[in-house]
């Protein structure tokens, strides 16, 4: 998230931000809606019980990109590492490209990823035709 927007969430008065933290208990019933929420510390799995009525989740910030471990280059937190090869997305594997949030040094916004899949295309077509022109005829 852009710096100057968690200052700007933290600066307020009624906000209070919990980080390093999953839910583990949400308390309330239909009629009175959210009345708690129980938080569970990711590093020594604590366990924190706060009364609130309103809650937003922040989530989507770490790639889900243990799949693809071994497979091709990833930085320290698991982005997908581009431009290595002959290919500005293509990953240090050949004919495998990465866009879009999971990329290393992407920007994580939605016209910069649909920017990246319109970008890859083109690159695919390229690594397409310059294969078919290597094979014998
Ligand atoms: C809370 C939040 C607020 C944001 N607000 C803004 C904003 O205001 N403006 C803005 O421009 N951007 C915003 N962003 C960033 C924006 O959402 C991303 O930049 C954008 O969605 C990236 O698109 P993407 O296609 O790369 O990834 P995603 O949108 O994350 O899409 C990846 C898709 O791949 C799927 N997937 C993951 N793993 C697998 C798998 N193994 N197999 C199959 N499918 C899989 C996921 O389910 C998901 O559907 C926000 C992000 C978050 C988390």
């Known amino acids: 998230m852009s710096r100057y927007l968690i200052d700007r969430i933290d600066a307020l008065p009624n906000v209070e931000v919990h ?3 999953e839910v583990a208990a949400l308390e309330g019933d239909r009629e009175s809606g959210l009345s708690a929420a129980v ?18 989740l922040f989530i989507g910030a770490e790639p889900n990109s243990d799949w693809a471990r071994g497979c091709v280059a990833a930085d320290s937190k ?19 490209f990465a866009i879009g949030d999971v990329r290393a040094g ?9 920017g990246e899949g ?8 390229s690594m397409l035709s310059e294969r078919a022109a290597k094979e014998p005829k």
Do not use: Y
Request: glycine residues 12%.
């Open 19 to 21: 980080v390093g933290v």
């Open 39 to 56: 938080f569970r510390n990711f590093r020594d799995g604590a366990m924190q019980r706060c009364a609130l009525r309103h809650m937003f």
């Open 78 to 96: 698991g982005f997908i590492v581009t431009g290595g090869g002959a290919l500005p997305l293509e990953t240090s594997r050949a004919g495998v």
């Open 106 to 114: 992407s920007t994580k916004r939605v016209a910069a990823a649909v």
């Open 118 to 125: 319109a970008a890859v295309v083109a690159q695919i077509h």
